[in-house]
């Protein structure tokens, strides 16, 4: 059984996403076994529901394990179509809701997508404005937007900066721009001045300098920018610029972009769809 890939399954009446999330969550605590992922969106009438158990009761057949089913189904009817699969089945809405509903003496709204959807318009807006503004304003293409910005991301070349700013604005509609210190800036060990009116937005970021190099390495090689050398260079003088300016930062090295995030979040003192 050591060799035996265990199919999950996503099953949602939405995107999946929240289905999805807390599935993987869960199978992270299990690193010495392989999982094959497979997401089954918009799960809304009960056709689908029954050729959905059909493509499950398949997979039991022919694999080595029974399948796993996350669900997040909102609809009683629906779930129990799903329930009669062959497979361990994990609704999350009935573990969830159902004491929710008892201890709030109410009944929930039953409504598909109010997470993920657009359910709350303004919610969407500020998201969807806020990943405007990080692409306008990625890589110090401009600074002229910099007072409208809720953080200011800096760091030396492909340290994260560009993701780490669409995933707080996608995610939690923050307005995110990100700036690159040159070679001029780190030699200079000051901030830049375009960034000194803007002091209390800043963040920052640094990376292991051998990570660096990989990473630049796959983009430009055997150049002087992918250099050991240069990226060794560049993360100890960003650093000193860092401690001397009294700028907050955190290593993303070995953090996931979602920590990358929250920490900002946490540390700038940050807050989620706040928008005007």
């Known amino acids: 059984m ?28 299990f690193p010495n076994v392989e999982f094959e992922q497979v997401n089954m969106p918009f799960i809304n009438t009960t056709e689908k529901a029954i050729n959905a158990v059909r493509t499950i009761n398949e997979n039991a ?15 009683d009817h629906l779930r129990e179509v799903l329930k009669e699969c062959d497979a361990l089945f994990f609704d999350f809405f009935e573990t969830f809701m159902t004491p929710m509903e008892k201890e709030l003496e109410s009944e929930s709204a039953h409504t598909v997508g109010r997470s993920h959807g657009m359910s709350d318009s303004k919610r969407y807006l500020d998201r969807m404005n806020a990943v405007n503004y990080a692409v306008d304003n990625d890589d110090g293409i401009t600074t002229r937007h910099y007072g409208n910005a809720d953080v200011i991301i800096i760091g ?14 996608l995610q939690h509609g923050i307005r995110a721009a990100n700036y690159p210190l040159t070679d001029d800036d780190l030699e200079s ?11 209390n937005k800043i963040f920052g970021l640094v990376i292991d300098p051998i990570r660096l190099q990989k990473i630049r390495f796959e983009r430009r090689p055997n150049s002087k920018y ?22 907050n930062f955190v290593d993303s090295t070995a953090m996931s972009i979602e920590e990358i995030s929250t920490t900002i979040i946490q540390n700038a003192g940050l807050k989620k769809y706040i928008r005007k």
């Not at 060799?3 to 999946?16: A, E, H, K, L, P």
């Not at 057949?61 to 609809?75: A, E, H, L, Q």
Request: charged letters at 20%; hydrophobic letters at 35%.
């Open 2 to 29: 050591s060799n035996c890939i265990r199919t999950v399954f996503y099953i949602s009446d939405g995107t999946g996403i929240t289905a999805e999330t807390l599935g993987q969550t869960l199978l992270t605590q």
């Open 61 to 75: 057949k022919n694999s080595c394990g029974k399948p796993f089913v996350f669900c997040t189904i909102i609809s």
């Open 156 to 169: 030396v070349s492909r340290s994260g900066k560009t993701p780490v700013s669409l995933y707080l604005a």
């Open 226 to 247: 992918s250099s050991m050398g240069q990226c060794k260079h560049e993360v100890m003088a960003i650093k000193k610029i860092f401690k001397r300016e009294r700028i």
């Open 189 to 199: 060990n000051m901030l830049p001045s375009a960034l000194e009116p803007y002091r």
